[in-house]
């Protein structure tokens, strides 16, 4: 199996794009990331989605954003899994340019969440839970993290004002990113007035509903330095599950799937937990970005909160999260997440960051990209490679 790296990278700004259409959103992120790698053609399409038939009335993606890149002809497929469809999309192009059967990939992930109502919106995200024993009852995923988020509070004695420190970090670094939705900073106490969603989840535990597109090239990392002077090797993309009810789940407080695609991700890469220098968790609401800290061995269980409060997430922590405002303040275009997150990740292994969210001397960045309350879960590890 060849190494690989990725050599471009393209993303659209997060908003609601109500004057543009699926299509064009993902051809603007494709033709950005071959731009950034100096290339015309491609071997290979995938891209990530989530519900382009359900909100758009839209499926057979691949050729059709395929045609519209100029990139007509070639393998283009849909790639599904939740939320975390962009990463999932990554890792076929990962393994189609290590098995040798194409030589150049791209990765695209896209979403637009914003053209109907958001009862329209909210009922289509929940096809990510399990429909006859969750959706029917009722639950939303704001619901679900909301139990979630209650029985955190109560094992481990957090108070609900504990988990403010997430999102005050993600509103500070998602001011300094030019692609972010949400670019203003967030006070302890705004998060405390906000209005509650699903007791004890407010709107500012919650990623906001938003349109965007992300893209990255990939390509055997012997001849990377061909594409681009920046290249960054793919260490791990790996892959685990989870069941899609949490009431199936020994305990709901431990993502296994995170739990066993990072431990994959470790092992693959040949590094350990604490070798991570920059974390993008996938913080669709604050309590999973605690969750997913705790399960990657980046914090004992029961600690996340207490970490974020101590100050070790932000850009001059320990173990910094969503540099660049994460799912909270960047968005979350559902479809489209895990490939922002993979952006952001090699910006910062690239030394390309904002300036006031750089992190020094990266080495080494894990994206982390979750469909559903935790049922799939790809973990990416990137690695700075030198000449």
């Not at 100029?70 to 393998?75: A, N, Q």
């Not at 990266?362 to 700075?384: C, D, F, K, P």
Request: with cysteine; proline share 4%; charged share 20%.
């Amino acid at each position: 199996m060849r190494d690989v790296a990725i050599v471009g990278i393209g993303q659209t700004p997060v908003r609601e794009h109500w004057d543009r259409g699926l299509r064009d959103l993902a051809v603007e992120a494709i033709l950005a990331a071959m731009d950034d790698a100096h290339i015309r053609r491609a071997d290979a399409l995938f891209v990530g989605n989530m519900l382009s038939g359900t909100l758009g009335f839209q499926e057979h993606l691949g050729a059709l954003i395929a045609e519209y890149a100029g990139l007509e002809g070639i393998e283009a497929v849909k790639v599904e899994a939740a939320c975390g469809s962009a990463a999932a999309a990554l890792r076929q192009a990962v393994l189609a340019v290590q098995s040798g059967q194409v030589d150049v990939a791209i990765a695209v992930g896209v979403e637009k969440l914003t053209e109907l109502a958001s009862k329209c919106t909210t009922n289509a995200l929940a096809m990510a839970a399990d429909a006859d024993y969750e959706a029917v009852m009722g639950l939303s995923f704001v619901a679900i993290n909301a139990l979630l988020m209650r029985r955190y509070m109560y094992e481990y004695r957090v108070n609900k004002e504990d988990f403010a420190a997430f999102t005050v970090n993600a509103h500070a670094n998602a001011q300094h990113n030019p692609f972010a939705m949400f670019r203003m900073p967030i006070t302890r106490e705004q998060y405390a007035a906000a209005k509650m969603i699903a007791d004890p989840i407010n709107l500012l535990d919650s990623s906001p509903v938003s349109d965007g597109a992300a893209a990255v090239v990939v390509a055997a990392a012997d001849k990377a330095w061909e594409f681009s002077e920046a290249p960054v090797r793919v260490a791990a993309c790996e892959v685990g599950t989870d069941t899609v009810a949490l009431d199936n789940r020994e305990n709901p407080l431990w993502l296994k799937g995170v739990e066993r695609s990072a431990r994959r991700a470790y092992q693959k890469a040949g590094i350990s937990p604490q070798e991570i220098g920059v974390y993008e968790v996938h913080d669709a609401f604050s309590i999973m970005a605690a969750l997913s800290l705790e399960a990657s061995g980046l914090a004992e269980p029961g600690t996340a909160v207490r970490l974020a409060n101590e100050g070790e997430i932000t850009p001059q922590g320990r173990i910094p999260i969503a540099t660049m405002g994460g799912l909270k303040g960047r968005g979350h275009p559902v479809g489209a997440t895990g490939l922002y997150q993979v952006v952001e990740c090699v910006l910062q292994l690239r030394g390309q960051a904002p300036a006031a969210v750089q992190v020094p001397d990266v080495q080494y960045a894990m994206a982390q990209n979750i469909g559903g309350s935790g049922a799939t879960v790809i973990t990416t590890i990137l690695e700075r490679l030198t000449k």
